[in-house]
Every structure is written in structure tokens, then in C-alpha cells.
């Protein structure tokens, strides 16, 4: 098996990846809050967990993958006593003259994200799972926190008091002294809180809540960071290998995944936290009051594929901040209509054969070195545009590696419609008369007719690109991925 370097955040250092099961390696990813549309940071965080996921499954090792949604309507901040987020998108919904409930809102936005993921080609994690679904595991959580010490209740909430925790800013680096919590003024403290980092396992004392479940400590519900421990242990086990999320992530939330659940197993809780950098938008952080907070439909009205999204978040390794602008998604959606169109001529040329074994090739070689040096994906594609240039490589080698590297990719390739598969037999043979004759018509500089021809073509979903080997027939793009 390769050897597959990533940088753990927890160690600062770049680590050879060693997991506890090679049989089975366990993914967690923190997922979506299911009451508005992912934003093109959001995917970028998802993106970088399915090329993840790809690579290893790449260099062999058979990977089980989880998710959470947070469907529990959660407060907008772990300090902020005010509206919660579902409730958001059900007031939302309203101003829009609709009816809805909370259950609605989280449904309907669990599924926008699926639809989202799909059109990015960011495959399924094998658990996709609502936190709404795990609330008696969580209050199981608890107790064991509770009877372990390491909880303690008071009139609003039952929290976790990081003071019995020591390690309890090894992720963040931070002085625990440094943690405030509450930036806005108008928050609400909970005076009989221990320390200022202490963070809710369970909120009490919120009669308006949407979602409230009976507990031994009262109705309320789960403290959002509660839910992904439960989770990810219920699903993966107590140690899990790798767990992903965007660089924000450090400071409190999986800083408190780690101390609830280490406090009850008295086990590591992760081997390796892999974190994405942040997308920025014009080079300044996306906001609502900026205008530049972009969805995947935003992306679409616009013109472009979900898939150039993609394209655009290979270019760039995770662990840099990459730069969203129009002009760089044009940029990326012609280079990957470029791709295709490569493909596609290898493709025409290799005429239906079957992919050879590319496994010792060098280039495919090279193209995993770049993956193991901590999923150095920019790395990668160079090495996509290296064998689609390489004249010393065989049709059938390119066409072979590039499939090949596509299962890292995800760009879609095998989708790419053949001459074969999309015309019929007697379509192809008209195609390839038309061809002959475009062919006459140029040699004897019948300009006109060579034009009348190529416009004959066009309307059939052809269209002609003119190779060194001759002049190819491509289904036209509009019916491409
Ligand atoms: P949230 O729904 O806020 O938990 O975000 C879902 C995922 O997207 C998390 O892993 C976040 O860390 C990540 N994320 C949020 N904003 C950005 C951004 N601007 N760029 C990249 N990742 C982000
Ligand atoms: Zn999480």
C-alpha cells in the first residue's frame, strides 16, 4: 500500500498515515446545518472530504465514510440564547407566505444538499445521518459524562466543565484563558456557568424551542457539538481514523468533540483532524451584508456547471485559502471543457476498447506521489495535463491513465458520450460520410461546401475537431456532463 502523508492538526506536523484498521477506514466529516442552502465554502469543505475519500480508496483501502446533519434546531451561537437556526428558515419561509416546520425546513434543505453534492459529483458518505435521529445516544452521553464528573447542570443547561479536561486546548493551541465566550453584547450569560468555555451537552429553560425531547435533566435538546461525538462513535467506534472540517472548527466545536469524548471513553477519540482552509470571495470573507455569499444555484443562473465548481476546488491544494471570482471559474470551467474535449478525441481514437492496466505506470506514479504528499490535488491534475499532452504515449495509455485518475477526480470522464453509444450504426455511417465528403470538398478548396457540410454535422449534435490524425466527430458539449 502507498504510503499516504497527511498534516494533522492536532500534532502540527505532516504524518505518515497509519490507520487502525487497513481493512477499514474510518471517515467522519461534519456535515451541513440543514436550514438554508450550502454556500460555495460549505462545498468547498465537502469537496475536499469526497477527494480525500477517493484518494484513499485510490491506494487500496477500503473506507466507511460518515455525516451528520444537524437538523436540531441550533442556537446561533454557543453563548446566544436567541432564535435557533431551523427556526431561521421556518421564519424565512414565512416571509415568503409559507407554512412550514421546523421538521419541513430540515428535511427540504437536507435534500438541497443532496441535490448539491450529487450535481458536484461528491460521492455519498456511506452514513448520512440526521441528528434528530440519535438524541437518545447523546443523552447516554451525557449521563456517562455526568457520572465520570465531567457535567454539571444548572437552571438553563447541563454543560461540560473544561476545567476537569487538562488537554482540553491541545487542537486549538489556545490559552484557556484567552476563550471568551459571547462577542455580541446583547448575548445572554448563564451566570451559573463554571468557566467561560464550558459548553451546553444539554439546553433546558426553552419553552419556544421547536424540537424538544425529555431527558433526566428536562426537556430540552442536544448541544451541537454533542451530536457529532455521538455519531461518529456510534457509527465508526470510539477512535476514529480521520475527521474533517473546515479550518473554523479548531477553536470550539471539534475542540469540544474531543474533551466530551475522551472524558467518557478515556480513549483518543481521532488519529488524524484534517482541516480545509477558507474560501474567500473577491479576497474578502463571504457575508450576507457583502452580497458575496454564493449557493451552487447562484453558480448555475450564472451560466456554469456544478462540475466547474469542482474543477475550480482541484486547482487548489486545501490546506491554502483559495480565491473565488467569476474570472476564475470561467478560467476553470474552459479548462475542464477543454479536458472533456481531449478525452473525448482519445477516446474517439481508442474506439470502445477496453482500458489496459495502467497500475505500474510511471505517470501513474507520479500522479499518486502528488496525492500522498497531503492530498496535493493541484499537484495531481498537472500530471492529467501531462499525459494528455505526451505525443509518446499510445491512444490507448492515455485514455487508460485518464480514467484512471479520474476516480480521484470525480470530473466525470467515463460520462464523456462516446461516437459509439450515442449514434446509431446507420447515424454513424451518415456522420462519416459527411466527414469523406467535407474532406473532398477541402481538398479541392471548395470552401463553401466544406462549410454547408460542417453546418450539416452541427445539426446533428456533431461537432468537427480537426486533429493531426484526421478530423474527429465529437457529441456535441451541450449534451456533455
Ligand atoms: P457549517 O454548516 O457552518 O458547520 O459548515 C459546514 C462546513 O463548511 C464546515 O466544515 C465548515 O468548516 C466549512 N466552511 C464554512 N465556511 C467555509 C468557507 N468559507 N470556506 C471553506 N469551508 C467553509
Ligand atoms: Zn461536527
New binding site residues.
Partial sequence: MAVLRFYNTLTRKLEKFVPLNPEKVTLY?????VYDY?????L???TFADTLKRTLRYVGYPVYHVMNT?DVGQLESDADLGEDKIMIGVRRAAERGEQVTAWDIARLYTEKFIADRTAMNILPPDKLTPATEHVPQMIELIKTLEAKGFAYKTSQAVYFDVSKFPTYTELSRQKLEQLREGVREEVVVDSEKRNPADFRLWQLDQPNHAMLWDSPWGKGFPGWHLECSAMAMTYLGETIDIH??????IPV?HTNEIAQSEAATGKKFVSYWL??????VDNV??SKSKNNFYSLNDVVQRGYSPMDLRYLYLEAQYRFPQNFTWQALTGASSARKNLLEQFAIVQYFVAEKEPMDVAEHPLRKKFASFLADDLNIPGALSIVWEVVKEASLTGIEKYSLLLDFDKVLGLKLAEVPTFGSFFSLEEQQGIRQLLIDRENAKKNKDWAVADELRDRLTQQSVRIVDTPEGPVPLVEEKTMV
Avoid at 474533517?244 to 472548527?249: C, F, I, L, Q
Fill in positions: 466529516t461534519c456535515g451541513p446545518t450550502a454556500h460555495i465554502g460549505n468547498r469543505a465537502y444537524t474533517t472540517g473546515g479550518v473554523d472548527h466545536h482541516h480545509n482552509e477558507f474560501i474567500r470573507k463571504m
